[in-house]
């Protein structure tokens, strides 16, 4: 397994050509004035996953940027804050990417399965095997990621996530169970109000199973696993997970970034705007890669996060 990749240049949005000189496309070339079409409304889920308000534990984190401003305090400028994010989204894209896409894929596999099995039995067996090996994943990025404090703070981020997904959406089977007893005269008012089925699906009922592994440290929860699993279940695709993924690592950065007073709300918005380029380019970039080509391409951020924990004052975990 890899352990660092340099990139050719220092400045972290050298890689990325945008041709800004092209004329946007006229806007009567998108208009249909014969067809009239109904846009697929979007998740709801989705939305709520991003909403600040649910509490993911992402907040915890400043991924070595608190060390770095302390470090180099006359290097925190709006501009050095915007290579701080780019660079450390493209350490995200190559250390955390390959993870989320493989435990993306042995959920869905199970989720497929699961919906084709008829007993039990068999579905118990099959949830038992992919927890098995969703663990033996988190246990290689456990040894991959060996810098102690960035370890044990994905491992806190983890525990977050996967209570928040208990606790927000796994808990509510039990609601939909004892829904079913409902009188007749409030089914017959649903019925006539229209309800539809809601986006979560009964699969979301492996987060328990997970949260006592993780509770018995058979597993260590790992924040790109659990993040991978709970994407998934939730109804998210691969590449709405992957892209998802970069977003709120770079969201969290610039969250830090104005809590330590280095950059203002405002600024923080324009630098997450011009963020997405990188964000993209760096999704692209890794779409192939497997769990053996993980790599960290940022080592200043490596080495910030190593040393926060020597901090005599600090306001984030890492």
């Known amino acids: 397994m890899s352990t660092a990749i340099t990139p050719t240049t220092l400045s972290p949005l050298d890689n990325i050509n945008l041709n800004l000189n092209s004329s946007p496309t006229p806007l009567s070339s998108h208009l249909n004035t014969?067809?009239?079409?109904t846009p697929t409304a979007p998740s709801w889920l989705l939305w709520q996953f991003l909403d600040s308000a649910l509490p993911t534990g992402g907040f915890i984190a400043s991924n070595g940027l608190e060390a770095f401003a302390k470090l180099h305090p006359d290097a925190t400028s709006p501009k050095d804050v915007e290579a701080y994010v780019n660079w450390s989204v493209h350490s995200c894209g190559y250390t955390n990417l390959p993870f989320v896409t493989a435990v993306w894929k042995?959920?869905?596999?199970?989720?497929?399965?699961?919906?084709?099995?008829?007993?039990?039995?068999?579905?118990?067996?099959?949830?038992?095997?992919v927890l098995h090996r969703i663990g033996n994943i988190d246990r290689e990025y456990d040894v991959f990621m060996n810098n102690a404090?960035?370890?044990?703070?994905?491992?806190?981020?983890?525990?977050?996530?996967?209570?928040?997904?208990?606790?927000?959406?796994?808990?509510?089977?039990?609601?939909?169970?004892?829904?079913?007893?409902?009188?007749?005269?409030?089914?017959?008012?649903e019925e006539e109000e229209g309800e539809e089925e809601s986006e979560l699906g009964p699969n979301i009922r492996i987060?328990?199973?997970?949260?006592?592994?993780?509770?018995?440290?058979?597993?260590?929860?790992?924040?790109?696993?659990?993040?991978?699993?709970?994407?998934?279940?939730?109804g998210f695709d691969l590449a709405?997970?992957?892209?998802?993924?970069l977003h709120l690592h770079a969201r969290t950065l610039l969250s830090s970034a104005i809590r330590l007073a280095l950059v203002g709300p405002f600024q923080a918005q324009h630098i997450m705007t011009r963020s997405q380029a990188k964000a993209r380019f760096i999704d692209a970039k890794t779409a192939d890669l497997t769990i053996e080509d993980a790599a960290q391409t940022f080592l200043l951020g490596d080495i910030c996060s190593g040393v926060h924990g020597r901090l005599w004052t600090r306001l984030f975990n890492s």
């Open 34 to 37: 014969t067809t009239v079409s």
């Open 106 to 129: 042995l959920v869905d596999e199970w989720t497929l399965r699961d919906s084709q099995l008829k007993t039990e039995k068999g579905k118990a067996k099959a949830m038992k095997s």
């Open 149 to 189: 404090i960035q370890n044990a703070a994905s491992r806190k981020q983890g525990d977050g996530i996967v209570m928040m997904g208990v606790k927000c959406f796994a808990d509510q089977l039990n609601h939909k169970a004892s829904s079913k007893a409902k009188s007749r005269m409030l089914e017959e008012e």
């Open 207 to 234: 987060l328990k199973p997970f949260k006592a592994l993780l509770r018995s440290e058979e597993v260590a929860g790992h924040y790109p696993i659990a993040f991978a699993m709970i994407a998934r279940l939730l």
């Open 240 to 245: 709405t997970t992957r892209y998802l993924h």
